[in-house]
């Protein structure tokens, strides 16, 4: 069974409550109060990413690529302020 939040409109009590889907409760469980209503829930995506996995070899070389055109832009600069 789903687990609802449920809040309080007069007291601001919050709870839980698990029940059927077509189900409502209609009192308050700290007041006693009908002024009740069901707090939207957050919902998570189940669905697979289509990334495409890389393997670390590749991170390997991209980084080192990276490193290998970082130095020769400080070579050419310290070139230039001498």
Known sequence: MP?????????LGQ??????MTEE???????DSNNVHRVPS????L????????KVGDLTNEF????????QKQKRQLGSER
């Open 3 to 11: 687990i609802y939040l449920y809040e309080c409109l007069e007291c």
């Open 15 to 20: 709870w839980k409550e698990s029940h059927g």
């Open 25 to 31: 409760i209609e009192e308050c469980f700290w007041c």
């Open 42 to 45: 957050n919902f998570t995506n």
């Open 47 to 54: 669905a697979k990413k289509t990334e495409a996995k890389r």
């Open 64 to 71: 080192i690529e990276n490193s290998k055109e970082d130095l």
